[in-house]
Protein backbone atom coordinates (compact mmCIF):
# COMPACT_ATOMS: atom_id res chain seq x y z
CA UNK A 1 0.00 0.00 0.00
CA UNK A 2 1.05 3.71 -0.69
CA UNK A 3 2.13 6.17 1.94
CA UNK A 4 -0.68 8.36 0.65
CA UNK A 5 -2.98 5.49 0.70
CA UNK A 6 -2.11 4.34 4.29
CA UNK A 7 -2.41 8.33 5.62
CA UNK A 8 -5.79 8.03 4.16
CA UNK A 9 -6.97 4.84 5.97
CA UNK A 10 -5.41 6.13 8.94
CA UNK A 11 -7.87 9.52 8.56
CA UNK A 12 -10.60 7.41 7.75
CA UNK A 13 -10.32 5.48 10.87
CA UNK A 14 -9.15 8.30 13.06
CA UNK A 15 -11.53 10.97 11.60
CA UNK A 16 -8.50 12.93 11.11
CA UNK A 17 -8.13 13.76 14.79
CA UNK A 18 -6.34 12.19 18.09
CA UNK A 19 -6.08 8.20 18.30
CA UNK A 20 -7.77 6.20 16.23
CA UNK A 21 -7.16 1.68 16.30
CA UNK A 22 -6.75 -0.15 12.90
CA UNK A 23 -6.25 -3.57 12.86
CA UNK A 24 -2.59 -5.27 12.77
CA UNK A 25 -1.40 -8.80 10.79
CA UNK A 26 -1.50 -10.67 13.33
CA UNK A 27 -5.07 -9.85 14.41
CA UNK A 28 -4.13 -7.78 17.04
CA UNK A 29 -4.63 -3.89 16.87
CA UNK A 30 -2.27 -0.76 16.28
CA UNK A 31 -2.56 2.62 17.82
CA UNK A 32 -2.70 4.84 15.55
CA UNK A 33 -2.09 8.76 17.46
CA UNK A 34 -3.05 12.31 14.81
CA UNK A 35 -0.39 13.15 12.73
CA UNK A 36 0.17 16.18 15.06
CA UNK A 37 1.22 14.28 18.16
CA UNK A 38 4.02 12.66 16.68
CA UNK A 39 7.48 14.08 16.06
CA UNK A 40 7.87 13.71 12.06
CA UNK A 41 11.97 14.28 12.40
CA UNK A 42 11.95 10.99 14.23
CA UNK A 43 10.55 9.30 11.36
CA UNK A 44 14.17 9.39 9.04
CA UNK A 45 15.29 7.72 12.20
CA UNK A 46 13.24 4.85 12.40
CA UNK A 47 14.00 4.24 8.86
CA UNK A 48 17.23 4.03 9.11
CA UNK A 49 16.82 1.38 12.34
CA UNK A 50 14.59 -0.70 10.32
CA UNK A 51 17.41 -0.37 7.09
CA UNK A 52 20.12 -1.12 9.59
CA UNK A 53 18.93 -3.20 12.73
CA UNK A 54 21.35 -1.56 14.95
CA UNK A 55 21.46 1.40 16.77
CA UNK A 56 24.83 2.43 16.54
CA UNK A 57 25.16 1.54 12.89
CA UNK A 58 21.87 3.98 12.16
CA UNK A 59 23.51 6.79 14.42
CA UNK A 60 26.62 6.20 12.40
CA UNK A 61 24.77 6.60 8.81
CA UNK A 62 22.56 9.34 10.37
CA UNK A 63 25.71 11.52 11.88
CA UNK A 64 23.97 10.98 15.03
CA UNK A 65 24.61 10.02 19.00
CA UNK A 66 24.04 6.54 19.77
CA UNK A 67 22.29 7.63 22.67
CA UNK A 68 20.14 10.25 20.53
CA UNK A 69 19.19 7.35 17.74
CA UNK A 70 18.57 5.13 21.26
CA UNK A 71 16.56 8.52 23.00
CA UNK A 72 14.54 8.52 19.13
CA UNK A 73 13.64 4.74 19.26
CA UNK A 74 12.55 5.32 22.68
CA UNK A 75 10.51 7.76 21.58
CA UNK A 76 8.79 6.15 18.59
CA UNK A 77 7.95 3.16 20.76
CA UNK A 78 5.56 5.29 22.75
CA UNK A 79 4.14 7.01 19.81
CA UNK A 80 3.34 3.30 18.45
CA UNK A 81 2.95 1.91 21.58
CA UNK A 82 5.18 -0.36 19.71
CA UNK A 83 8.32 -2.51 19.98
CA UNK A 84 9.08 -1.46 16.17
CA UNK A 85 12.23 -3.62 16.72
CA UNK A 86 13.31 -6.59 19.16
CA UNK A 87 16.83 -7.46 20.15
CA UNK A 88 17.73 -10.88 18.87
CA UNK A 89 20.90 -11.67 19.44
CA UNK A 90 23.29 -8.76 18.69
CA UNK A 91 20.75 -7.61 15.67
CA UNK A 92 17.46 -5.61 15.83
CA UNK A 93 14.62 -7.98 14.27
CA UNK A 94 11.57 -5.76 13.43
CA UNK A 95 8.38 -6.69 14.89
CA UNK A 96 5.52 -6.98 12.59
CA UNK A 97 4.10 -3.00 13.22
CA UNK A 98 8.38 -2.47 12.18
CA UNK A 99 7.96 -4.20 9.14
CA UNK A 100 4.35 -2.61 8.22
CA UNK A 101 6.38 1.06 8.97
CA UNK A 102 9.27 0.33 6.95
CA UNK A 103 7.06 -0.28 3.38
CA UNK A 104 5.23 3.29 4.30
CA UNK A 105 8.43 5.06 5.21
CA UNK A 106 10.28 4.03 2.31
CA UNK A 107 7.14 5.57 -0.21
CA UNK A 108 6.81 8.21 2.28
CA UNK A 109 9.95 9.72 2.82
CA UNK A 110 11.02 9.20 -0.56
CA UNK A 111 8.09 11.30 -1.66
CA UNK A 112 8.65 14.07 0.63
CA UNK A 113 12.54 13.89 -0.28
CA UNK A 114 11.55 14.60 -3.95
CA UNK A 115 9.81 17.08 -2.79
CA UNK A 116 12.04 19.23 -1.02
CA UNK A 117 14.73 18.84 -3.78
CA UNK A 118 12.68 21.03 -6.36
CA UNK A 119 15.00 23.03 -8.10
CA UNK A 120 15.32 26.67 -6.87
CA UNK A 121 13.01 29.20 -8.22
CA UNK A 122 14.95 31.83 -11.06
CA UNK A 123 12.81 34.30 -12.28
CA UNK A 124 15.03 34.98 -15.40
CA UNK A 125 13.85 31.48 -16.75
CA UNK A 126 10.61 31.08 -15.67
CA UNK A 127 7.79 31.27 -17.99
Known amino acids: MGG ?3 VRRINQKTGGGSVGIIPAPNGG ?3 VKSLRSINLNLL ?3 RELL ?3 SVTRAAEALG ?3 PAVSEALGQLRR ?3 DDLL ?7 VPTAMGLRLQRELEIALTIIEDITLVDH ?3 ATAS
Open 4 to 6: VAF
Open 29 to 31: RFV
Open 44 to 46: PVL
Open 51 to 53: RKR
Open 64 to 66: MSQ
Open 79 to 81: NFN
Open 86 to 92: AMEGRIY
Open 121 to 123: FNP
